[in-house]
């Protein structure tokens, strides 16, 4: 079992920045990829960014350009930089690990990007 805790969501206003952070209970072995997700009100879960064992990354395009997805394996921590943060970027965003195949995900993080 792996264990997910998140940090780093809040109130920010539009335009603004904030950073994400997730620390799985686990080290990179058997990591398959790290990464995040968003889920606003009435609408799906739905990937943010990933980044794969081998340092592969994959944005939604709603973010590209604005969000940074990076990870530091020494902290077994993922990080999400958010930049440029626009209104329709509110929702609470779920860390995601994917370990030997098997999916682990955080309690979640909100955000909320007034205008």
């Known amino acids: 079992q792996v264990q997910l805790v998140e940090s780093g969501g809040g109130l920010v206003q539009a335009g603004g920045s904030l950073r994400l952070s997730c620390t799985a209970s686990t080290n990179s072995f058997g990591v398959n990829a790290m990464g995040w997700y968003r889920q606003a009100p009435g609408k799906q879960r739905e990937l943010v960014a990933a980044?794969?064992?081998?340092?592969?990354?994959n944005y939604a395009d709603s973010v590209k350009g604005r969000f940074t997805i990076s990870r530091d394996t020494t902290k077994n921590t993922v990080y999400l930089q958010m930049n440029s943060l626009k209104p329709e970027d509110t929702a609470v965003y779920y860390c995601?690990?994917?370990?030997?195949?098997?999916?682990?995900w955080g309690k979640g993080t909100l955000v909320t990007v007034s205008s």
């Open positions: 995601n690990v994917r370990r030997f195949q098997a999916d682990y």
């Open positions: 980044i794969t064992s081998s340092g592969i990354t």
